[in-house]
């Protein structure tokens, strides 16, 4: 192998990163993920929550390193924008299935839907759609329904932060909202079941994630758009900038090789702490990040949850 093409593997400037990927409508995540590791030459990617093949906007993708921090943004709160068609039901609970039932939308719908809207906010317990990536058994319920099981999912807890209507047509029959959400959160539920509160049914027309944690969709690129020349854009993410909202820890030159090597560091070694009142610690060199703790600073004790050598 000519030597400018090892240096180049070997200091590729994707791994070991977060990158935020703007996912095109009408194309699955998982082929996403795939065309992304063609393109930037890295085999070791991972994502933090995909999107329906309907859905567009933004995929926190980690590389190398990195893929170990995607646990913690699964974690985070999810923002989306949703147009909803009312007066359609499908069996997908979005555009993309088949149409089971179809009712004429009337101004009445219209009158009682801010209301309706509003009273899905806080703590609520929702059913998944049939068709979802939600495993029973190890195998998702979306490949139990399609080889001809019949299932009945049970209701789950989440939290809707907000959701606001942002627009009506009532032309259309379609209406838009805003929802910011819990992990484990189905849009499309939301949907159905704000059809069902109306008496008409509903189904997901549109559907765009904007924002997954600290992560904004105004940042990400499609993957036509990654290269070298956009990594110095805010796409592709330090592992240091993609923990901010952990408490930051800064050790010294002692502590370091403690870390390397699984052993706890003492108190005299911390050089700086910022709380950010997280649970964890994003512990660093000041320059890159060497290990996810779990410190308790009052009696002092380290417990690592990641090492990265």
């Not at 999810?78 to 939308?105: F, H, M, N, P, R």
């Not at 105004?218 to 036509?224: I, P």
Request: hydrophobic share 40%; aromatic share 6%.
């Amino acid at each position: 192998m000519p030597k400018f093409l090892m240096i180049r593997m070997n200091n590729n400037i994707f791994d070991d990163t977060v990158i935020l990927i703007d996912k095109e409508k009408g194309i699955t995540s998982f082929d996403t993920i795939s065309r992304l590791r063609k393109k930037i030459g890295i085999k070791k990617i991972g994502h933090s929550g995909t999107l329906d093949r309907l859905a567009s906007g933004l995929l926190v993708v980690a590389t190398g390193k990195a893929t170990k921090l995607t646990r913690y943004f699964l974690d985070s709160d999810k923002t989306y924008i949703a147009e909803v068609q009312l007066g359609v039901v499908t069996d997908t609970c979005d555009a993309d299935g088949e149409i089971i039932d179809k009712t004429s939308v009337t101004t009445e719908h219209f009158a009682e839907l801010e209301k309706v809207v509003a009273s899905f906010a806080g703590a609520i317990n929702q059913v998944p759609p049939l068709y979802s990536a939600l495993k029973i058994d190890g195998k998702r319920a979306s490949d139990r329904v399609r080889d001809g099981e019949s299932l009945t999912l049970e209701s789950r807890a989440v939290t809707v932060h907000l959701i606001e209507l942002i627009e009506c047509d009532s032309a259309r029959s379609t209406f838009t909202i805003r929802v910011k959400c819990s992990k484990g959160t189905y849009i499309r539920s939301i949907a159905r079941d704000i059809g069902e509160k109306l008496g008409c049914g509903a189904s997901i027309k549109e559907l765009r994630r904007t924002a997954s944690g600290i992560f904004m969709v105004e940042n990400a690129l499609t993957v036509d758009c990654i290269s070298p020349e956009a990594a110095e854009r805010s796409a592709v993410v330090s592992m240091n900038t993609a923990l901010q909202f952990m408490n930051q820890v800064t050790v010294d030159e002692k502590a370091v090789a403690r870390i390397a090597n699984g052993a706890e560091f003492s108190r005299e070694s911390l050089l700086s702490v910022d709380n950010r009142e997280s649970e964890l610690s994003a512990v660093s060199d000041g320059k890159m990040v060497l290990a996810i703790a779990r410190i308790n600073f009052n009696d002092w004790h380290v417990a690592y949850e990641n090492v990265f050598n």
